[in-house]
């Protein structure tokens, strides 16, 4: 889309890192992107007559290049056959929609070929052992790819309520003493093994 436009440079606001796969993307479809510091587009707006700092002229900005950024992501997995094969692969799986598919084709590029305990770790849905000598602590969960496990821990909340195979998993676990969020963590760590095996299978046979 950017490229029909003959866009001349693209401009985002830097994020604390969340910019960087999309600059990237931008960059290897060869458009001229920026990443510029966030007082900058401040004065952009003060130069639009957006004069008031308020936290409101600040989410309408925010939300403005949200919406453009998703856009063009969207747009990107479009026009890759493998990437738009594999989406509407996940896609078909109860409780993953399109935030979490793009999520996992830009966070986790190792999709497919991976073991089920890696991709875990990676996503940082692993289970830690907490051990000293002969005492066993509880097991937890730490690290990984944060915007990823929380992609896939929100795709749990729903795959726990609509998914046929995961809604009695979830179930079996309270019923078995677990937590709600402990039973929802296993949850998204077994969607992330089957959305593994899908995009394995996806990407084999492309």
């Known amino acids: ?23 990237d993307a931008l960059a290897a ?22 004069l008031a700092k308020t936290d409101r002229i600040d989410a309408a900005m925010l939300d403005a290049e949200i919406l453009a950024i998703d856009a063009i992501i969207a747009g990107l997995i479009a026009s890759h056959p493998d990437w738009s094969r594999l989406k509407a692969a996940m896609r078909a799986v109860k409780g993953v929609g399109p935030q979490t598919a793009t999520a996992l084709i830009t966070l986790m590029p190792e999709l497919g070929s991976l073991n089920r305990r ?15 000598g ?11 790819r944060t915007p990823l496990k929380t992609a896939l821990y929100l795709a749990a909340l729903s795959a ?14 309270r019923a078995a003493g677990k937590s709600p969020k402990t039973a929802l963590i296993a949850v998204a760590r077994k969607l992330l093994t089957i959305l593994n095996a899908i995009a394995r299978n996806t990407l084999k046979t492309a």
């Open 118 to 132: 890696t991709a875990a770790a990676l996503a940082g849905l692993a289970p830690i052992n907490r051990d000293s």
């Open 160 to 173: 726990a309520r609509f998914n046929p195979v995961l809604k009695p998993f979830y179930q079996r676990l």
């Open 134 to 144: 002969a005492s066993r602590g509880r097991r937890f969960i730490q690290g990984g």
């Open 29 to 50: 479809a060869g458009l001229p992107v920026a990443v510029i510091n966030p007082r900058q587009a401040r004065r952009f707006a003060g130069a639009l007559g957006k």
């Open 1 to 23: 889309m950017l490229i029909a436009r003959s866009t001349t440079l693209v401009v985002m606001e830097a994020s604390g890192g969340y910019e960087r796969p999309c600059a």
